[in-house]
């Protein structure tokens, strides 16, 4: 019989369900109980968080004297949904929970509980990234003569992801109206902190240089090294029809990828500041 280290639980678990799934060999046992522990080990972090996230909001909702259906109807979820939160029988999404915060005009907490084990890739933390520019096809621009003023929005980021590697640009035009239309948000993780170069049919930010002018734009990539780049509009607009090679010539003298769109943020109700 193979032993392994841990609780007596953890290894009737693993002698349980090796018998069951037929595991004999030795790596596949210690494969499969090293992934049972981790799976147990994620699974007591996620209820953690949530009842840290209960705690929260139940504080929020006695402190300022909002019941269930009166939240559920300021955030656009039913009352059910959000009984079901408090009785821990459903998660908040990201978006939701962004929501609650901003109604309640708090910071939201950790979506997570915190980046816990080192081995989590996919734990997001809820925090703020920096809006720095726009994206707009056919819009040039000095490069040393940009008026845009930067400002924070919150954002669920993924914990792998080092500070400052994912910024946020404002979508302008037709350019890309298939996916994201004037006035969304697009989430950015820098291509320097991508784990992978670009691969045909990412959808990526892109700058090109024309003498002092620049234009940063997002399309959608296409091609291989071996035939060469395009890079081609998402959009339903005739006057965003046609690619772009992704090289240089003529006047441009610079085409580069920049960074791969993670998301679109539509924001719904804006206030003046």
Known sequence: MIEFAGSKLMRELVAIFANERKLHDRYDVATFATDLGFSLRQESRRGRATAMLVDWLEELMRSRDISQTELGEAVGLSRDKINKVMKRRRRLASDELLKIARFFDVKPPDAEGGSGDENTTNARSLTYVSVVGEVAAGRWAIVS???????????????????????????????????????????????????????????????????????????????????????????????????IPLATGGDISSVRVVGFVLDFIRPVTRFEK
Do not use: C
């Open 145 to 243: 003569d940009s008026d845009f003023v930067s400002y924070d929005i919150p954002y669920a980021v993924e914990d792998r992801w080092p500070p400052g590697a994912v910024e946020a640009l404002v979508v302008r035009g037709e350019s890309i109206n298939r996916l994201a239309r004037d006035g969304d948000i697009a989430i950015m993780l820098k291509l320097d902190h991508a784990p992978r170069y670009y691969q045909s049919g990412d959808l990526v930010i892109v700058e090109r240089q024309r003498f002092d002018l620049v234009e940063t734009t997002v399309k959608r990539i296409r091609g291989s090294e071996r035939t060469g780049w395009e890079l081609w509009p998402e959009s339903d607009s005739p006057t965003h029809q046609d690619a």
